[in-house]
């Protein structure tokens, strides 16, 4: 299979992994934090931390949509679907998470609310076609990569002139997280959580392009590779990386150059530039508040905001008890360090949003099993 078998090479993979071993400084160790889910369920579905020198040290970062949005908004959208009576459409990993009373979609649809689930903004958009007289919300979420599709979902309507069609906008947007991790006081002061670079994501990149990394990998002094999903992408990143540190060099490079180029896709953030404006500031999941992180919808599209369109009301929501999924989500902990991990939470019960999606770290230690063969992990002040 084309771009797949090739970057699976068992053989390939060998040799990249003695190139690894080869040039590791043995002196020191290396911490790079993957930030997309994907790498971090290509790491333990194909056993990369097997290959890697005892002393080369994965951080799993907060770049899991589902993962990072807050419990607030959750309730929002649960709020949209109950005391609204709206037609609420969302992603199917989003039905799953539980909200402050440890409820989610799924039950809430038990419960009467009209919750359906989509493979698509097409597929909301049809919805609100077929029910002219109810109004549908699409309850949007996702990196710069699933951000396109929600502008261009809100251009067919307003071209189509559709009245009970509106987005709940929960876009929110990679680099200033990046910057925001390397700013945080487990990061600078404390030493708590040691990053050496960054596996940046690569699905993100394909639309915003290798550029808007360049300004933190220079501020921060901290090298990132922007790699492909598949074993060897990761790999051959790490690779680089390890070369980056060892000379001292802290710069933005490309492994994934099949699919992401310096500049990205100017067809899809001219469309996201014409649909969404900057929010001031954005509650994150585990890392708080974040300036500039996340997208509104323009007031020229302000008749398709649920968040216009509907008074929501303010809510105090907060996370279950005992769940680690904040400080998972800032590297501080792994999911082995979660008293609730394997135990109560589990992908068939999830209290933590970390264990619901495919991409989550807690979804992946338990999907490949690889918490069985891991202590709980011990924090080290910095080196």
Request: glycine share 6%.
């Amino acid at each position: 299979m084309k771009y797949v078998d090739e970057y699976r090479d068992q053989e390939l993979a060998r040799t990249v992994a003695a190139a690894i071993a080869a040039e590791v400084d043995h002196g020191r160790s290396y911490h790079f934090m993957e930030f997309c889910g994907g790498h971090t369920h290509a790491i333990f579905r194909y056993g990369v931390q097997d290959l890697m020198p005892e002393n080369v040290h994965f951080v799993h970062g907060p770049g899991c949509p589902v993962c990072v949005l807050p419990v607030s908004r959750l309730d929002d959208a649960v709020e949209l679907a109950e005391r609204h009576g709206v037609i609420l459409c969302t992603y199917g990993d989003m039905m799953r998470v539980p909200d402050t009373k440890q409820r989610n979609l799924i039950r809430a649809k038990a419960d009467g609310a009209d919750v359906r689930m989509v493979y698509s903004t097409l597929d909301a958009l049809r919805i609100a076609r077929e029910n002219p007289d109810r109004q549908v919300v699409f309850f949007a979420i996702g990196f710069e990569t699933t951000t396109p599709p929600t502008a261009a979902a809100l251009k067919a309507a307003e071209a189509e002139g559709l009245k009970n069609f509106s987005v709940f906008c929960n876009h929110v947007l990679t680099p200033p997280a990046i910057s925001h991790i390397l700013q945080s006081p487990e990061v600078r002061d404390l030493g708590i959580v040691k990053i050496d670079g960054f596996l940046g994501p690569s699905h993100v990149s394909s639309v915003i392009g290798s550029r808007p990394y360049e300004f933190f990998a220079e501020e921060f002094q901290k090298p990132i590779v922007i790699a492909g999903f598949e074993p060897l992408d990761v790999m051959q990143s790490v690779l680089m990386l390890i070369r980056q540190v060892n000379e001292g060099r802290h710069e933005v490079e490309n492994e994934y150059i099949r699919v992401v180029t310096e500049e990205g896709n100017f067809k899809a953030q001219a469309l996201v530039s014409e649909v969404f404006e900057l929010r001031k500031s954005f509650a994150w999941r585990g890392l708080g508040i974040i300036p500039k992180s996340a997208l509104r919808v323009r007031d020229a599209y302000a008749d398709f905001d649920a968040e216009k369109r509907f008074e929501l009301s303010v809510k105090a929501s907060r996370e279950a008890k005992s769940c680690e999924c904040p400080s998972i989500l800032r590297g501080v902990k792994k999911p082995t360090d979660c008293k609730l991990f394997a135990t109560v939470c589990t992908p068939q019960n999830p209290i933590g949003s970390c264990m619901v999606s495919p991409e989550g770290a807690c979804a992946a230690y338990w999907t490949y099993g690889r918490f069985r063969e891991q202590q709980p992990s011990k924090l080290e002040p910095a080196e």
